[in-house]
């Protein structure tokens, strides 16, 4: 099929062809930052904060410049990634509260489900955000379905972000920590006990928020919802990325004997941005900098524990982001005003929350000791696709059903042809469409930028941008190119209606 046929054709149902699968099944280490753009790490051009272990990690594999997560937020992107599918076909997978209920349903084919029945050991440790339960979640028993219901054999979680109650650690179905005379209570309806909140008790922050953020008081930092109860059970935000970060190692160490699959979803760099007193100053940036040094030290812990173990040749790792950055998202931390000559979307356009390609084109980099080359890669990639990739690695072939928009890029993956996708779906507030070097984004009324000064996207009449001549999303050729404009949405027209994009 010509790529003019493509564009023209009744719908896109795209394939790729398979790669022979390894002679062996690698471990396999998925490190998910949040919130951390293109331009964050020095191996993607920064030059006011350091991060030498992901520069040596991009140095040792393949540094992609045009990989994308499947979203310009965290739910949805995180719901694509084990799924498969675009999250913005299913309703209810947007940004959720602390007491969402699981919105991956047990039983449905996931990475880590096809990954188990291969032989891995499957673990997931950090951040969570895909809700828990099935509404009403008592926190004070066990906590389920969750990830132990969807193909992970172990969990240790933050129910959903820093900065939404419940601020509590969970491992597998129970809450750390709990003490049963002191039962949490969560709602993000209304007030619940008499804990103080933002809002009524600035006196007692020791960050406040610049927008929302004002509900009960966790740890000196207002948050998003209210709770009571369960104070032993509270962390410490600037102990969460060495708890986790053990956690991590942890499940290394103890399933190093056969293959293993760790889902590890860091805090770093989402607010509230707290970094241990380690990482305090290390930046000219404020906490936003030195968060970010904090992650490059997460990094550098799972790669030390490889090696200390004799796990690195056998591990394939993996280093990215669930959407693009965002500099201040909610609390005075002054990433504003120190960010300087810093540029966390890199050469993009926008950022979190954004249509323009800065929220969802974020870093990847990938290592596999033996089998990968250093290289650069500038093939289009999207996280949607790991779940297929994954099952060609370990000899899998997908349910016709499963896993409906992703793609086989393990070749890509591997280094082995820079030859990407010819189309891939953005999502934001609205969708946008990428095929060969056009993008079209939809029309969509609304405003201009939110409370996070991003550009969003919004334009009450489509726009259209030739990347490979305006990859900063300049100049909208929509005027220019109407019959272009109107192939391209009606291709997009086809990818929503038929419901999957993999054949």
Not at 287 to 292: M, S
Not at 315 to 332: A, E, K, L, R
Not at 411 to 431: C, F, I, N, Y
Request: aromatic share 8%; charged share 20%; with cysteine.
């Amino acid at each position: 099929m010509t790529r003019s046929q493509f564009l023209c054709s009744a719908l896109p149902l795209l394939s790729q062809g398979r790669a022979m699968a390894a002679p062996q099944k690698p471990n396999i280490v998925y490190i998910y930052a949040d919130d951390c753009g293109y331009g964050d790490l020095s191996c993607y051009g920064a030059t006011r904060v350091k991060t030498p272990n992901l520069d040596r990690l991009a140095g040792s594999g393949v540094r992609f410049t045009n990989a994308h997560s499947p979203s310009a937020t965290c739910t949805p992107s995180r719901y694509a990634l084990l799924t498969g599918e675009y999250a913005w076909r299913r309703p209810g997978t947007g940004i959720l509260p602390g007491d969402a209920s699981l919105i991956i349903e047990p039983g449905r084919y996931t990475l880590p489900a096809m990954l188990k029945k291969s032989g891995y050991s499957t673990g997931a440790v950090g951040k969570w955000h895909l809700g828990l339960g099935k509404g009403n979640v008592n926190w004070n028993g066990e906590v389920k379905p969750g990830p132990l219901e969807i193909g992970f054999d172990y969990s240790f979680l933050l129910p959903a972000t820093g900065d939404r109650v419940p601020c509590v650690y969970l491992e597998n179905h129970r809450v750390v920590g709990l003490d049963p005379k002191d039962p949490i209570i969560v709602n993000y309806e209304k007030q619940v006990g008499n804990e103080p909140t933002g809002k009524a008790h600035p006196e007692l922050l020791k960050m406040h928020p610049s927008h929302g953020h004002d509900m009960t008081i966790v740890n000196g930092v207002s948050r998003i919802g209210y709770m009571t109860g369960g104070k032993s059970a509270r962390w410490v935000d600037e102990d969460i990325a060495d708890t986790i970060t053990g956690k991590a190692v942890s499940f290394i160490e103890q399933h190093k004997a056969n293959p293993f699959f760790l889902y590890f979803a860091t805090h770093d760099i989402h607010v509230p941005r707290m970094p241990n007193k380690r990482f305090v100053g290390k930046t000219p940036m404020g906490p936003r900098g030195d968060v970010i040094a904090e992650l490059d030290w997460t990094v550098g812990q799972v790669m030390d524990a490889l090696d200390r173990n004799k796990l690195t040749d056998n591990t394939m790792i993996i280093f990215t982001s669930d959407n693009g950055p965002v500099v201040d998202d909610g609390y005075q931390d002054q990433a504003v005003e120190k960010l300087g000559g810093h540029k966390p979307s890199g050469p993009w356009r926008g950022g979190k929350y954004s249509s323009y390609d800065g929220g969802t084109r974020v870093p990847f980099l990938l290592r596999w000791p033996g089998h990968v080359k250093p290289t650069v890669s500038d093939a289009l990639f999207c996280q949607v696709d790991l779940l297929n990739s994954f099952a060609n690695l370990t000899g899998q072939a997908l349910p016709a059903e499963a896993a409906p928009d992703s793609l086989d890029m393990l070749p890509v993956l591997l280094g082995q042809t820079k030859k990407g996708r010819e189309s891939l779906v953005e999502h934001a507030g609205s969708l946008s469409l990428i095929v060969d070097d056009w993008k079209v984004i939809e029309a969509k009324a609304g405003p201009k930028t939110n409370e996070t000064h991003i550009e969003l996207g919004n334009d009450p009449k489509p726009q259209l941008f030739h990347l490979s001549e305006d990859p900063g999303e300049q100049h909208n050729l929509a005027g220019q190119f109407p019959d272009k404009v109107k192939q391209m949405l009606e291709t997009l027209e086809k990818i929503k209606k038929a419901g999957r994009t993999r054949a």
